[in-house]
């Protein structure tokens, strides 16, 4: 090949590699200034505001019933900490049971009595228990798993009733007005840190009763690298 023919297909490599980048740098421009990335697409019809986090440890839930039948008859529970929507975390603690006798102590009450009892615990616990739990929302125990709880003064078989809790964000009426949704919604969260989590299937809980938080279990908590107080951000599902 003569010297003429390489610099010609010098030439034709080196325009066509000017060409693309040429290209390439009109189609990121175009991104940037006209089309949103899917992150940002997902904001739509949503305000972009901070949400703190709670993270949720194991507990439990009782009805008046279950209460006196593990602390005996006319027990009360007495109240440790106020939390929001009227609850409280309770002095009392129980032990759960799985179905392969394995056991967790120390998992807290909370109150008030409920009409059904309920278990909540994470993936991990699960495990450990040998039990089947479903990711449920609160309240929602049909065909959930069951599990045994032992207090000092007796032991309760629930057939059914320990979850894996869905994890939701509460919100005031104003504050769901704020970001644009409804009781019921279901959203995504992102978490800006090393981590960069981005948390789907997340429910709207709205009540009179409630202050903004996001409640996630502690597997999802460790996982994401975020505590109780870190913010994350509101997005809708696409």
Avoid: W
Avoid at 19 to 26: D, L, M, P
Avoid at 89 to 108: F, Y
């Amino acid at each position: 090949m003569d010297t003429k023919n390489i610099e010609l297909i010098a030439r034709r490599v080196l325009e066509a590699m000017e060409e693309r980048a040429v290209a390439e740098g009109k189609k990121t421009e175009k991104k940037e200034k006209g089309t949103p990335s899917p992150i940002k697409q997902a904001f739509t019809g949503v305000q972009e505001r901070p949400v703190p986090v709670g993270v949720s440890a194991r507990h439990v839930h009782l009805t008046k019933e279950h209460v006196e039948a593990l602390f005996g008859t006319g027990y009360r529970l007495t109240k440790k900490k106020d939390l929001m929507g009227g609850q409280y975390a309770s002095n009392e603690i129980v032990t759960i049971v799985g179905l392969k006798l394995r056991a967790i102590e120390n998992v807290r009450i909370l109150g008030p009595v409920r009409k059904a009892s309920q278990v909540e615990i994470s993936a991990t616990d699960a495990v450990r228990l040998g039990v089947n739990a479903p990711v449920r929302e609160s309240g929602n125990l049909e065909g959930s798993a069951p599990i045994a709880i032992v207090g000092p003064k007796g032991v309760l078989y629930l057939k059914e009733g320990c979850i894996i809790a869905k994890r939701h964000i509460h919100m005031s009426p104003a504050d769901a007005k704020a970001f644009g949704v409804g009781d019921g919604d279901t959203v995504s969260v992102r978490a800006d840190n090393e981590r960069g989590t981005i948390f789907g299937q997340v429910t709207i809980r709205v009540d009179d009763s409630f202050t903004l938080e996001m409640h996630i279990d502690t597997d999802e908590a460790n996982a994401s690298r975020i505590a109780t107080g870190s913010m994350v951000t509101l997005i809708r599902e696409p």
